[in-house]
């Protein structure tokens, strides 16, 4: 997939599962690009959140992934 088409999904609703290095990277290059409604889902407490990223941990952190684009 080319850079210009990743546009086509700026108003969806994205979903990362998992916040390592390669869910970090995703999330950084996301914004870079213009995305707004990113949510980050780990298992694992996330101790460092940014503002405008929806953040949820837990053992239920897959509860509502059907909301996701």
Do not use: P, Q
Request: glycine content about 10%.
């Amino acid at each position: 997939m080319k850079i210009s088409e990743l546009n086509l999904f700026k108003a969806k609703k994205v979903a990362i599962l998992g916040y390592g290095k390669e869910g970090r990277s995703v999330k950084n290059f996301l914004k870079k690009l213009g995305f707004e409604n990113i949510s980050v889902l780990d298992k694992n407490d996330i101790s460092e959140r940014e503002d405008g990223i929806f953040y949820k941990t837990g053992e239920k952190y897959l509860e509502n992934i059907g909301d996701f684009d």
